[in-house]
């Protein structure tokens, strides 16, 4: 079969009930002579196994379609093509709670200004270019000329608004995310004419110029989409996507490059589109049908209940026409050579294939440890799961594919050592869903975290605590504070103290010297009086911590009386006179303490030349 038999295909629309194939085609995109149903099959009949061969499709599988898929024409040419309605403008489609997606999940902030300058990878031989600002087409194949305009959600083609800028910018995130496996540049930057058309065998540098507009002059009207099948390796020759906002408009435009090459709808029993799954979560769709809202979108084989056909798409992708490769594993599949990661650090990776697993291997002491797999906020390919595995003695954990969502995510708790989690694709049964993980590949995330018991606070006194206080005067101490992991309230840093257990207690703030150092004081006591006291040190959200903790157990000190240092005034009326000889005589004679003048703790005759060595030297 010749190329000139490439197939036309005006899909979008990917109808949203059977019921609406029934409407008029419109006729500004419908050409002359197109016919559909069992003429359609007629037409072509004797050439059936030829053209299910082009198509990627079995012969019964194409007469099928062109049975009982009213929206899929013939030409007298011997081409295809497909009018489906445009995707219903239904609120909250794609859950569209906000139009500003989380860009840290999604690949960090991109400036809006950067809105066509966006390439997934730059230098890849094969080019996806989502064309945003106009296109002139003509000679292309199409048989019209017509300028298109702009793509333009605000009402005005003449600048695009910020909100519009990073509408493109959600399109073209989501857009990568369905071809991330491949050695293919989306992008939105022009790419050039070169980078478009296949010049020959030998050129392999090639690809496809989608049309991200509205319907102009008739062309397009009342449909979401259109696109020739197997156009990828041809020139120029652009599709268009008519569909908008981030429940269909990404996913229109994987849809039409994907029948440029070489794809079919995915259809449901007598639904030429599989609208995705009505039961279950997440929500789940083929790409090439019309799962218009769904959270979960992905590439198929047909391996779901009542499909159409059995297209492999990701293996047609890499046929000899379309050219993709597959990138490079970015993580090791073995257990034995995770690639190591750390805790509370998302590590992007990416499952190539279907049978694609990466291994991750970290290191944690004692804890309660959550591992996380997510995927991108908008337009996951991958229903994640993950199996988890202890390094030395290897043992297996558990495993987890998180029900109700694409993400998946479990807490164990671990004892320390190295671990090793291995992130896989899976499925989740469904109705109408996949039964296998066919088309769970494409980016995520790992990170792990665990939660580990906060670091204490802990007091301490470098100067050591204060036992023997001076009579009638305050007492300084220096206290310092480890906050740990908590933060200090800096307003409920106090001591409490108390003379003699006597009540009330009392409060005196720790005074702040630098860093964690703060200075506590005593109040001045009497002879022999003893101070009771503790510290109290609070936390904006922790406990108070008490030291010592025991309130019936607190700090002491005691009050030390004063000493007549003048040992000539042996009476201690504060002079030192002749009378002070008469009372050493007394304290000798009795044995009384006044009497050791020499300090050597005895009475002795000694202490009287010492008594007089005292007298003549006077008191201070």
């Known amino acids: 079969m010749s190329r000139s038999l490439s197939t036309i295909v005006l899909a979008v629309g990917l109808a949203a009930s059977a019921g609406a194939q029934s409407n008029q085609p419109n006729q500004g995109t419908l ?63 794609q859950d569209e709670e906000s139009n500003t997606p989380n860009l840290g999940r999604m690949g960090g902030g991109i400036p809006l200004d950067d809105f066509m300058n966006l390439e997934s990878n730059p230098g890849a031989a094969k080019t996806i270019y989502m064309d945003v600002d106009g296109h002139h087409s003509v000679n292309n194949g199409w048989g019209h000329n017509i300028n298109f305009p702009p793509y333009n959600t605000s009402g005005s083609s003449a600048n695009f608004s910020d909100s519009e800028k990073q509408e493109i910018i959600d399109h073209w995130l989501e857009v990568v995310e369905d071809f991330k ?77 994907g029948h440029t090459l070489g794809l079919s709808h995915d259809g449901l029993g007598g639904q030429s589109y599989h609208p995705g799954s009505s039961g279950g979560a997440p929500s789940w769709g083929p790409i090439m049908g019309a799962p218009f809202g769904r959270e979960l979108a992905q590439w198929s084989n047909g391996d779901y209940p009542n499909a159409t056909t059995g297209q492999n798409d990701l293996v047609i992708f890499r046929n000899n026409a379309n050219g993709f490769n597959i990138i490079a594993d970015d993580h090791p599949d ?114 792990v975290a665990i939660e580990l018991p906060p670091e204490p606070v802990v007091i301490s006194y470098p100067n050591g605590l204060p036992t023997e206080l001076d009579e009638g005067v305050t007492t300084d101490f220096l206290v310092n504070i480890d906050p740990g992991t908590f933060t200090l309230d800096t307003d409920e840093l106090f001591i409490l103290h108390a003379t003699n257990f006597s009540v009330p207690l009392f409060r005196a703030d720790l ?83 006044e009497c050791d003048q020499n300090g050597d703790n005895a009475c002795t005759p000694t202490d009287f030349t010492a008594w007089v060595n005292n007298f003549n030297a006077g008191c201070p």
């Open 181 to 257: 496996q491949f050695d293919v540049n989306v992008t939105t930057k022009d790419p050039g004419v070169a980078a478009l058309t296949r010049s020959g065998g030998s050129d392999q540098n090639y690809g496809v110029r989608c049309i991200m507009t509205q319907a102009t002059s008739g062309f397009g009207n009342g449909i979401g989409g259109v696109a020739f099948l197997n156009s990828f390796n041809d020139g120029d020759v652009p599709c268009f996507a008519f569909n908008k906002g981030l429940g269909a408009g990404p996913m229109t435009v994987s849809h039409e490059v």
């Open 334 to 447: 073995v257990l034995t050579n995770g690639t190591p990661i750390s805790l509370s650090t998302p590590t992007p990776g990416i499952l190539e294939t279907e049978t694609d697993t990466d291994a991750f291997t970290f290191t944690v002491p004692d804890g309660d440890v959550t591992i996380n797999i997510n995927n991108f906020d908008r337009g996951p390919n991958v229903d994640a799961m993950f199996d988890l595995y202890r390094d030395a003695p290897f043992s297996f954990i558990g495993s987890e594919s998180t029900n109700n969502s694409a993400d998946a995510e479990a807490t164990f708790a671990l004892s320390a050592g190295t671990y090793t989690v291995v992130v896989d694709g899976v499925f989740q049964t469904k109705t109408n869903g996949p039964v296998s993980d066919y088309g769970s590949v494409g980016e995520y995330s790992v990170e």
């Open 31 to 93: 050409p002359a002579g197109a016919v559909n149903g069992q003429a359609a099959l007629r037409m072509i009949e004797a050439d059936l196994d030829a053209y299910a061969v082009e198509y990627n499709l079995e012969p019964h599988e194409l007469a099928s379609i062109l049975r009982n898929d009213l929206s899929v024409y013939m030409l007298e040419d011997g081409r295809m093509l497909a009018l489906c309605p445009k995707a219903p403008e239904t609120p909250g489609s």
């Open 511 to 593: 005074v702040p010297q630098g860093g964690n150092n703060y200075t506590a004081t005593l109040p001045a006591g009497a002879c022999d009086d003893e101070i009771f006291f503790n510290i109290h040190v609070n936390t904006t959200t922790g406990p108070e911590i008490i030291d010592p903790a025991d309130p019936n157990n607190p700090f002491s000190a005691t009050v030390v009386c004063d000493t007549n240092d003048c040992l000539a005034d042996v009476n201690g009326d504060g002079a030192v006179t002749p009378t002070d000889f008469t009372a050493w005589v007394n304290a000798f004679n009795n044995n009384l303490p």
